[in-house]
Structures are given as C-alpha cells and as structure tokens.
C-alpha cells in the first residue's frame, strides 16, 4: 500500500503536503477545500505510468490547470510517493518545472525498489535530464517531457512498480451515466464515473458480485431482490427486481434509467469496490451524495471490507459516514483538510477531539456536527529515507 504521499504545488495543495496513509483513510473538508485534488494526485500518477505523462496533463487541461497558481514564477509541482507490497518497499517521486520554450519540464525522477526476498535493490535519480544513480545498466534517452518509469516497465525489475501504480483508480460515480444503455467495453477497470459499469457486471462471474450487491440494495431500498445485465439491440442495460424472491407474480421489473439518484449511486460504488481483480487502490469521491443518511453505514461496511484487499481513499464531509469510525486505527487515518491563504493544507484531527471519540463521550459525527472536525498543531514531518 502507499504508506506516505507527499504533495507540493498540485492544484490547491501547499508546499510539502505530506500524509501517512493506512488500509482505509478519510478526508473531510468543506468544499471547495481541496479533498479531490489528494486523490488526483494518486490518480495523476497513475495516468502517467498509463497515459505517458504528457497524457495525463492533457487530460487534465493542461499544465496550468494542474499546478498551482502563482503570480510570480513557475512553481515546482512534485509528488512522491512510498509504497510498501508483500515483495518489496518502494519510492517514486517526480518534479515539475516551468520553461521558456516549454509549458513545462520534468525537473527530476527518482525510483527506488528494495525487494525483500531477493535481497535485491534497483535505483536511479535524475536531474534536469542527467542520470545521477543507476543501479542497473539502462540508460534510455530521456525526453524534458516524459517521464522515464513508464520507458522502463518492459524490465522485470521494474514492472512490479509500474504495475502497482497503474492499478489505481478513482471514482465520483454519476446516476445518470448509469441510467443509459451502455455499448460493451472490455476495459478494465470499472471507468471513474461508470460508463463501463454493465461491462464490469456481465464480464466478472455472479457469484462475486451478485448476493451481495442483490442485498446491500435490499436493505436501501428495502424490495430489490434481483439484478441481472441483459443485452438489447447492441446495448447492455440493468435490469433491477422489485419484490420478493419466489414470487414473481409480485415482482417489477425495472431498468435502470426508473430507479433512483440513490439507488444507481450506491450500486455503482458496491460494483466498484466488489470488481476483480482487486485494485491496489481506490479513491471514492463523498460516497453518501444522493444516499439516505440512514444508508450511509452500509456503504460504510462495504467500504471498511473492501479494505482489507484495496487500500482506500475517501472523501467526505458527511458526519453520518463519520459516525462510523471509532477505532484507533481509523480515527488516525482521518484528515482534516482546509485551505489556508489559497493553499489546501492537511493535517491528522486535533488530539482533543480524538480523545473525546476514543473515550466514547461523542461520535466523530456529533463532534463535526458540533464543533466542526480540527486539525492538530502540530506540524506533520516528512523523514527522508
């Protein structure tokens, strides 16, 4: 999983924004704080190691829509991230630099893979496009746009890194993106906002997905005891069950584009968090828009199970989901997240607060409800290793 994610110059995000992650982590701001822009981040990487990074700026408008404003010069945008799998502890990290003849340069890129059973560690660091370490013999030509991971992935030693980071995923899942016929699309995985999510359902076998998505939308709704995929005319659409099973004489049969906000949205989610092969990591934009607040802790549960084989990411400023955390573990996994003279900060909860759930006198919810979630003082250090 990603242990450490350390962020300057993205977006809204300040200097040196730096966040220890866990199994399953939360970011509760308002809006407009900069919540998204974290797991943009993770996502941007990603894109890069699948998109080449002049892709993964493209698609997001270019590059001044992607590092943050400055009415001087250029900042340096840089992520890094620290990543820790069964085979191997990992870092990867790059920076991003203005230019007069382009809109942007990569400044730097370093790599690090320290494989435990093997007993084996490969390397390199660049700088403005000089090879300063290199544990290996390759030595590709290296281009002031791209980024040289991707280039490398075709070597085994460093596949694993570049697998790793392109197995991630975000999703803010949109109703009416699920509501239309769908054309099949083998991608995988499931498309951030849904546009495969028939594709994901008909491709991946039942018995994954089917009892305990079936059910979780039972207990929203309290009558959905069916979902099927069917094809017509070219088109995948999703057919939902209203009744109770065995008697069919009592039952509707709905396609999705009758069903609720409520009801798509949670379905999309489950199916996301359910799909094969897992994720390594999953970021889900504010999962109880459009969701009945007394709802909000089913998708909880799936997201606290999903966990266990996903690393995953949350955004939210909802004291219901909040209502639900109350373990230590969790409760240091939870960030505040606030913008401060233009710039989104993070920072773990106020202790004061912290202790107030740890000994049960309120909920984290009541206590957002209440006194609006803070963040501690003290500042959040990065150990370079």
């Known amino acids: 999983m990603i242990e450490k994610l350390r962020i300057s110059n993205y977006k809204s995000l300040g200097d040196d924004v730096t966040i220890e992650l866990g199994r399953c982590n939360f970011l509760v701001g308002r809006n407009g704080s900069g919540k998204s822009n974290i797991v943009d981040a993770v996502r941007f990487v990603a894109d890069a190691m699948k998109l080449g990074l002049e892709g993964a700026i493209t698609k997001r408008h270019g590059i001044k829509s992607v590092r943050r404003w400055s009415s001087g010069r250029p900042l340096v945008l840089s992520i890094h991230l620290t990543i820790k799998t069964e085979e191997y502890h990992a870092q990867y990290g790059f920076s991003i630099t203005g230019h007069k003849k382009y809109d942007y340069i990569v400044k730097g890129e370093h790599a690090l893979i320290d494989y435990f059973k093997k007993r084996e560690k490969v390397y390199y660091t660049l700088t403005d496009r000089k090879w300063e370490k290199n544990s290996t013999e390759l030595k590709p030509d290296v ?8 280039i490398l992935s075709g ?4 596949k694993p890194l570049v697998d790793y980071l392109k197995n991630i995923a975000v999703y803010n899942i949109y109703p009416d993106v699920l509501r239309v016929p769908q054309s099949y699309d083998p ?21 994954e997905w089917e009892e305990e998505l079936t059910e979780a939308l039972k207990s929203l709704t309290g009558e959905i005891d069916d979902v099927s995929v069917r094809q017509v005319t070219g088109y995948l659409v999703a057919n939902f069950r209203h009744g109770t099973a065995g008697e069919t004489k009592k039952a509707r049969i709905f396609d999705a584009t009758q069903e ?9 989610i489950i199916s996301a968090l359910l799909q094969k092969p897992y994720l390594n990591v999953i970021g889900i934009e504010e999962p109880e828009l459009t ?20 690393q995953i990411i949350v955004t939210t400023h909802s004291p219901e989901l909040l209502d639900c955390i109350s373990d230590e573990d969790e409760l240091n996994n939870v960030y505040v997240v606030e913008k401060v003279n233009n710039s989104t900060l993070v920072r773990s909860i106020d202790k004061e607060q912290s202790d107030i759930v740890k000994k049960g006198l309120m909920t984290l919810g009541e206590v957002h409800r209440t006194q609006g979630l803070r963040w501690t003082q003290e500042e959040l250090k990065f150990d370079e290793e």
Request: no cysteine; hydrophobic share 30%.
């Open 260 to 268: 609720s906000d409520g009801t798509l949205r949670t379905a999309g």
């Open 143 to 150: 281009s002031p746009l791209s980024l040289v991971l991707p």
């Open 155 to 158: 070597d085994s030693r460093f």
């Open 291 to 310: 969701v009945h607040p007394g709802a909000v802790k089913l998708l909880y549960d799936f997201i606290k199970s999903a966990s266990r084989k996903s």
């Open 187 to 207: 991608q995988k995985p499931m498309e951030e906002h849904g546009k495969n999510w028939f594709s994901i359902l008909k491709d991946q076998p039942k018995d």
